[in-house]
């Protein structure tokens, strides 16, 4: 019997973390997932706001009381659609840290986390906290922005740089897919114009298609002289994509595309779901 699907998402009830509450929610549907509501008390944040509540006693029944109104409409909505079962879970402590250890204790399949966008990737990717979640876990990660609300994706993208891996992702993409009867355009990506990449995007289609077995993918060779970011952005655009979708294993071709030069340059990426597959 296959394993329970799992979803972790934190949430500190901001409206871009209740965004990504409605996508882990969708997708928990789909999947016949366990569905976990996380928030990360900080004692220290609260105690400067709320001196008074030195034990932090009512900080604890407000928190208490969001999630169990989250929990309710959650399976008030939900349960009869698929979604198995949802509950809630305090911790305190670091945001990053205590959403990594407790997506490890429980071997969470999904992380879906919110971010504010631009204004939180503006200075540095790596610095905010979405983007340290993404750079430090193990499971695979859905960061969706503030300004996105769910719809069934029409079109995901997968950007791919040949590697053997892809055989493997490309299958948890399709079954994403097939969810939602969405196309897939894997585009391999290259910054040359060289006759070597189309006999390699050849061999590449060749190699792959068996583990496919979903009609609707198309295989997209583009070269971009310039960067793979921009490159990957305009694509996005003229393709009507609806979820990026990018594989961490190779570290240097995840650098390329979300450098810390390119922060400023993200702007379309970051108001669009981003699916970064970390496990197998």
Not at 35 to 56: Q, T, W
Not at 171 to 196: G, M, N, P
Request: glycine share 4%; aromatic share 10%.
């Amino acid at each position: 019997m296959a394993p329970t699907f799992k979803i972790l998402c934190p949430t500190d009830f901001s409206e871009c973390s209740l965004n990504a509450i409605e996508y882990a929610t969708r997708l928990g549907e789909k999947y016949n997932s366990d569905l976990i509501l996380f928030h990360v008390l900080n004692r220290e944040d609260y105690k400067k706001l709320s001196p008074i509540d030195a034990s932090g006693k009512h900080q604890m029944e407000f928190v208490q009381e969001k999630l169990q109104n989250l929990q309710d409409a959650v399976l008030k909505e939900s349960i009869e659609k698929g979604l198995k079962s949802c509950i809630t879970v305090v911790k305190e402590g670091s945001i990053v840290k205590e959403t990594l250890a407790y997506a490890a204790e429980i071997n969470a399949s999904l992380i879906v986390v919110g971010t504010e966008g631009v204004n939180d990737f503006r200075e540095n990717i790596i610095g905010s906290r979405a983007s340290r979640i993404v750079e430090q876990s193990d499971r695979d990660i859905l960061v969706v922005p503030r300004k996105v609300y769910f719809r069934a994706p029409r079109k995901l993208v997968y950007a791919s740089d040949y590697m053997e891996e892809d055989k493997i992702a490309i299958q948890k993409i399709v079954e994403l897919a097939r969810f939602f009867d969405s196309e897939i355009d894997l585009v391999h990506v290259s910054t040359t114009h060289k006759a070597l990449d189309k006999s390699l995007h050849m061999a590449m289609i060749e190699e792959i298609q068996p583990f496919i077995k979903y009609d609707k993918v198309n295989f997209v060779l583009k070269s971009f002289r310039d960067d793979i970011a921009l490159g990957l952005e305009n694509y996005l655009q003229t393709a009507k994509g609806d979820i990026l979708v990018t594989l961490s294993e190779k570290k240097s071709f995840f650098d390329q595309i979300f450098s810390k030069s390119l922060s400023k340059k993200m702007a379309y990426f970051i108001s669009k779901p981003l699916w970064v597959i970390k496990s197998f």
